[in-house]
């Protein structure tokens, strides 16, 4: 099977069960969604679906017409390849940082321009946004020193330019 | 004016034209029974809630009418779910009303407390939990918006015992307004255009039509379509009496059950048109070996469906009625000689035939056929007894078959005839079962009998679950686990009778036609006992997994 990735966008009505809709149509036919963000959108009444999936084509395709069915949902869109939008990954990191290694670990943090948001006797905590990559590395960076906890969040995604799900 | 809840889904549903609900009380829809068994609706009592959800299916495929039950919570809103689900798979427009725990309970494991729109997300077009009374009017006039419009289906709508007891002042009328739901019904021109353009030059074309066109009630157009554009038709299970059985280019059913003539036309046809039918597995067979030369139209009212299992090159998504109609008016004559002396030819060697040395289930079916109107409704359980209806009665009107295509549900067909016979009072309705499928709602006598309802039951009594036992013996060296049903099945006339209908039994061949015209004529519900063959396989039959043209069985 081509495991292709993808990013897709899902307006929705903000009301209970919605998500479970949603969800329920990738948990229906065995497929994991590998990232899920899920927030109000300009219109407080309207919920934006970020996911990321991988499947064939014909499969999500079907995925995306099923979708469209759902009666909360209100537009389905796919972030394709070439197309010009802006993707992004929230994390927040806590690594070990003893008192020699500080300074180190900060200056990694500006590389990445990196937020320092928690500062504690033994450790530091990062707030890094960005696309995958950048978070991979970074986290890549930081495991020598320890990493204590972290949490990633969903792909989120928009379109730039004019252009609006 | 104040209104307490059960009030407010009274008059939404007066409104709608609800005029039959079938419903099964319990504690948390106590009020609602009080208000509604005041109303001008009528309230039928099955005595089981999956029959209640049957009768409402059967009412609303018989009538073309949305279909209403209701149940209270827990238990019976779960005991809703096969037939909830039933009608779904088949695209029936149904109203599922269940009772809920007072809201402030709600995920408190409260008693006859289930999460019904949980349970039934996937199994409905759409669901909703009500929680405040100033939303029930609304929600219920745009539940039943959902069910009827576009590709119908059931929608739920959960109530609260303080919803329903609770009041509101607030106006119930107002138009339905769904921001996320607009189903596609105008086919697109340049589709349409395609569509006409390749049936025109088509050599070997044939129509596929499903249960789609019954629904969008478009068997004129189809009927037309077959005529102006020369074209045969075969139907799907759920689309017999889209084209009269009887027409010369009617070729019969298609798929693992279907007559050799349709299969060898679908895998010879350079274009297959098909309208309202989703390439289910039952019809395909193989897919790699599917209609190796045809190009594909497709008219279908829901996306979903087009190229799902097969690949679509022309999909007309739309309302089957409009685009059949534009279609038509762009058709040429052509004559396709070669292909009709061909059609001839496989009808006049593989004809529909079983051996008649005993009491045939075959045989049985035809005397019903024999004994039927046009307007005979014929429901059917799961299995043998609905194939060999299928196959071996004429249905020649739209929504006179009713039968779980899609689920496959045993005991569907009893409590489905009961629920079509209150929707078409009148009228001749059949239900050709099996001794295994009746007993699975075989409590519904108990409301023929009390509503009256002059429901005739065929029972093609093999003592076996005869579909299962047909594949043991094909393909599983005979061995029948768990399929006969033979020593412990009751005396049928005798539970008949108990519960106050008329029971009969036939062993032999040449009581069928008197038993059936006795049945006819009697005035309340019949039970026929019909001991037919124990191992009389369905046949043709194409092996699952199998291309549709590699047919076994009768094929003489």
Request: proline share 5%; hydrophobic share 40%; glycine share 10%.
């Amino acid at each position: 099977m081509d495991d292709k990735r993808h990013l897709i966008s899902v307006i929705v009505q903000n009301k209970a069960g919605v998500l479970a809709r949603v969800a329920g149509l990738f948990s229906s036919r065995g497929f994991n969604i590998d990232s899920l963000a899920v927030g109000e959108t300009e219109d407080p009444e309207l919920s934006r679906v970020t996911m990321v999936t991988r499947g064939d084509e014909a499969v999500i395709e079907q995925i995306r017409k099923q979708l469209n069915r759902l009666i909360d949902v209100l537009r389905v869109h796919e972030f394709r390849s070439g197309e010009d939008y802006v993707e992004r990954d929230l994390l927040l990191l806590r690594v070990n940082a003893p008192p020699g290694k500080r300074g180190e670990i900060m200056q990694v943090a500006d590389i990445f321009r990196g937020k320092i948001v928690d500062v504690g006797v033994r450790h530091l905590m990062i707030e890094l946004s960005g696309p995958e990559s950048k978070i991979n590395a970074m986290i890549d960076l930081m495991r020598p020193y320890g990493i204590k906890e972290m949490v990633r969040s969903g792909r989120i995604a928009l379109a730039r330019g004019n252009k609006s799900v | 004016m104040q209104r307490k809840g059960a009030e407010i889904l009274r008059d939404v549903l007066i409104d709608a034209g609800v005029d039959t609900i079938f419903g099964y009380p319990g504690g948390a829809v106590i009020p609602v029974f009080d208000v509604l068994v005041e109303s001008s609706i009528r309230m039928v009592l099955p005595r089981h809630e999956q029959g209640a959800a049957h009768m409402a299916d059967g009412y609303a495929r018989a009538t073309g009418k949305i279909g209403v039950c209701l149940s209270t919570s827990g238990p019976g809103a779960t005991n809703l779910v096969t037939g909830i689900a039933t009608a779904a798979f088949d695209s029936v427009p149904m109203l599922a009303l269940t009772g809920q725990v007072k809201t402030p309970l709600i995920g408190n494991d409260a008693f006859q407390e289930a999460d019904t729109t949980g349970i039934t997300r996937p199994i409905t077009k759409h669901n909703y939990l009500v929680k405040d009374v100033r939303d029930l009017a609304r929600t219920l006039k745009e539940a039943i918006h959902i069910a009827t419009s576009g590709r119908p289906g059931p929608v739920l709508v959960d109530l609260p015992l303080d919803v329903s007891t609770s009041s509101w002042d607030g106006e119930i009328s107002g138009e339905v307004s769904i921001p996320g739901y607009r189903p596609n019904t105008v086919g697109h021109v340049r589709q349409i255009k395609a569509a006409a353009d390749a049936i025109n030059s088509s050599e070997r074309p044939v129509i596929y039509a499903g249960g789609g066109v019954i629904i969008a009630d478009a068997h004129q157009e189809l009927a037309e379509l077959a005529e102006k554009g020369n074209i045969p038709v075969t139907l799907t299970l759920l689309g017999l009496g889209a084209l009269p059985g009887d027409s010369p280019r009617f070729l019969g059913m298609l798929g693992m059950h279907g007559t050799a003539t349709a299969n060898y036309c679908i895998q010879e046809s350079d274009l297959i048109i098909a309208i309202g039918a989703r390439f289910d597995d039952r019809i395909t067979g193989r897919i790699d070996a599917f209609a190796p030369h045809a190009k594909i139209v497709h008219i279908d009212i829901d996306p979903t469906s087009i190229s799902k299992n097969i690949r679509v090159h022309i999909p007309v998504v739309g309302d089957a009625k409009s685009i059949l109609r534009e279609v038509n008016k762009l058709l040429k004559p052509v004559e396709r000689k070669g292909w009709f002396e061909r059609i001839s030819m496989w009808r006049a060697k593989h004809p529909m035939t079983f051996k008649e040395n005993t009491l045939k289930p075959q045989y049985v079916v035809q005397e019903i056929c024999r004994a039927s109107r046009e307007d005979t409704i014929i429901a059917t359980e799961v299995g043998q007894n609905q194939m060999w209806a299928a196959q071996y009665y004429c249905f020649r009107r739209p929504r006179t078959i009713l039968s779980s295509g899609g689920l496959g549900t045993m005991g569907y067909g009893f409590p489905a005839a009961i629920g079509a016979q209150f929707g078409c009072p009148g009228r001749l309705v059949w239900d050709i079962a099996g001794d295994g499928s009746f007993q699975m709602n075989i409590q519904e006598l108990a409301t023929a009998v009390g509503y009256n309802q002059p429901v005739k039951v065929a029972i093609l009594n093999n003592g076996f679950l005869g579909m299962v036992r047909q594949w043991q013996e094909l393909f599983f060296n005979k061995r029948y686990a768990c399929t006969d049903l033979m020593a412990n099945n009751p005396d049928f006339v005798k539970v008949a009778e108990a519960y106050g209908a008329h029971g009969m039994r036939v062993t032999e061949r040449d009581q069928v036609r008197d038993a059936v015209e006795e049945a006819v004529k009697t005035e309340g519900p019949v039970v026929i006992d019909f001991r037919i063959d124990r191992e009389e396989n369905v046949f043709p039959m194409v092996p699952a997994g199998e291309a549709i043209d590699r047919m076994i069985g009768g094929m003489a």
